[in-house]
């Protein structure tokens, strides 16, 4: 299993290295924005909802149709995505950190951004008639 989307191919490497980008910044976002002394429940939300959009933005980058059929309009499970990108932040500060925690950390992040985009409830299906005439072989 690749870890991101540079390694999947084809698709637009550019788009898929952009989308890269901002949700390591919006992972980075998030977790800063938990602490400090103008930590607030306000600036936290705003950062998961900034952090679940560029999880979306890296999704669509990525070649296939991993939304196809997916409500983006409303949040799916983001918990392990906020945990792995606290994770992510913290992959890159302290005295084990290093270029391999930083890559692995990146993996576990774009992994996360997928399954959270697979967590996307999905479109309800049209509703069909189900008249007789509509029907194959029903002897008419």
Same mark, same amino acid.
Do not use: W
């Given at each position: 299993?690749?870890?991101?989307?540079?390694?999947?191919?084809?698709?637009?490497?550019?788009?898929?290295?952009?989308?890269?980008?901002?949700?390591?910044? +919006? +992972?980075?976002?998030?977790?800063?924005?938990?602490?400090?002394?103008?930590?607030?429940?306000?600036? +936290?939300?705003? @950062?998961?909802?900034?952090?679940?959009?560029?999880?979306? *933005?890296?999704?669509?980058?990525?070649?296939?149709?991993?939304?196809?059929?997916?409500?983006?309009?409303?949040?799916?499970?983001?918990?392990?995505?906020?945990?792995?990108?606290?994770?992510?932040?913290?992959?890159?500060?302290?005295?084990?950190?290093?270029?391999?925690? +930083?890559? *692995?950390?990146?993996?576990?992040?774009?992994?996360?951004?997928?399954?959270?985009?697979?967590?996307?409830?999905?479109? *309800? @299906?049209?509703?069909?008639?189900?008249?007789?005439?509509?029907?194959?072989?029903?002897?008419?």
């Amino acid at each position: 299993m690749q870890s991101y989307g540079r390694a999947t191919g084809g698709g637009d490497a550019h788009a898929a290295g952009r989308g890269r980008q901002r949700l390591k910044i +919006a +992972a980075t976002g998030y977790a800063a924005s938990r602490h400090g002394i103008d930590a607030t429940v306000e600036s +936290a939300q705003a @950062a998961r909802k900034f952090l679940r959009q560029m999880s979306i *933005e890296f999704v669509v980058a990525l070649p296939g149709d991993l939304l196809k059929n997916r409500r983006i309009d409303r949040p799916g499970d983001d918990e392990m995505l906020c945990v792995v990108a606290i994770a992510y932040a913290s992959s890159r500060h302290g005295v084990d950190a290093d270029v391999g925690m +930083a890559r *692995e950390g990146l993996g576990l992040l774009c992994q996360a951004a997928i399954d959270y985009a697979e967590s996307l409830p999905r479109e *309800e @299906a049209t509703k069909r008639s189900t008249g007789p005439h509509l029907q194959i072989g029903n002897g008419v």
